[in-house]
C-alpha cells in the first residue's frame, strides 16, 4: 500500500432520477448523472484511498447500489444520511448495511486529517465536539448546497459548486473557509 489519502463527499444520490429536477443537475438522465459521479470520483481516488461518504448514497434498490458501490474506486466509509435509513436513524435499509463497507456505518465520526480534528455528520451543526479548538472542522451534507459555510462548518455535498461531483480532500474543501493557514500553521 501507498500514500493513503482521504476524501470527503454527500449527497451522490445514485440511481435518483428526481434529484436532478430538485437540485438542478446538469444531467438528461440517471444513467448520465451516475456514469458522471463515477468518472469523477474514479479521477482523483485510488484503490487504497478513504472515502467519507456524509450520508445519502444511493436512492436506488439493492442492484443497484451494489453495482455503483463496485464502480468506484477505494475503501468506503459511510456516515448514514436520512435516505441511507427506514423510519430514521438505527434502521438503516439492509441493502445499504450490505455493501462492503470499510467500517459499519454510524451517524457520525471523528477523524484526523492534516493534523485537524474533523467531525463528520450528514447533518449540519451549530457547534460539535472541539469546535472552540482552531483545529477542529465539520463537514456536513443533507442540504444540496443550501446552507452556507459558517466559520470551520461546510457543506461537503456534490451539489456544492467548488466540489462539482468530485470527492475531494480536506485542503480542498477548508481553503475557501476561513482561518485555513493559521489553523493548519498550529496543527
Not at 458522471?36 to 445519502?56: A, C, K, S, T
Not at 480534528?117 to 449540519?124: C, G, P, Q
Not at 442540504?143 to 456544492?160: K, N, Q
Not at 467548488?162 to 500553521?185: C, N, S
Amino acid at each position: 500500500m501507498g500514500f493513503i489519502r482521504k476524501f470527503y463527499t454527500s449527497d451522490s444520490h445514485f440511481g435518483h432520477e428526481a434529484i436532478i429536477g430538485h437540485c438542478n443537475r446538469p444531467f438528461a438522465s440517471v444513467p448520465e448523472m451516475d456514469r458522471f459521479m463515477i468518472e469523477r470520483w474514479n479521477d482523483v481516488v485510488g484503490r487504497d484511498d478513504i472515502v467519507f461518504h456524509l450520508g445519502d448514497f444511493a436512492i436506488a434498490d439493492a442492484e443497484y447500489a451494489k453495482w455503483a458501490f463496485r464502480q468506484l474506486r477505494g475503501r468506503k466509509v459511510l456516515i448514514l444520511g436520512n435516505h441511507d435509513c427506514r423510519r430514521g436513524p438505527g434502521h438503516v435499509l439492509p441493502h445499504i448495511l450490505a455493501l462492503p463497507w470499510e467500517r459499519p456505518p454510524v451517524e457520525s465520526l471523528e477523524v484526523d486529517d492534516e493534523g485537524c480534528r474533523v467531525f463528520l455528520s450528514h447533518y449540519a451543526h451549530r457547534t460539535w465536539q472541539g469546535a472552540h479548538r482552531q483545529n477542529s472542522y465539520h463537514f456536513y451534507g443533507h442540504s444540496h448546497a443550501t446552507i452556507p459555510h459558517l466559520g470551520r462548518s461546510r457543506d461537503v455535498g456534490v451539489d456544492c459548486e467548488d466540489v462539482a461531483f468530485t470527492p475531494r480532500t480536506f485542503k480542498e474543501l477548508v481553503a475557501v473557509l476561513p482561518g485555513l493557514q493559521t489553523a493548519l500553521a498550529h496543527a
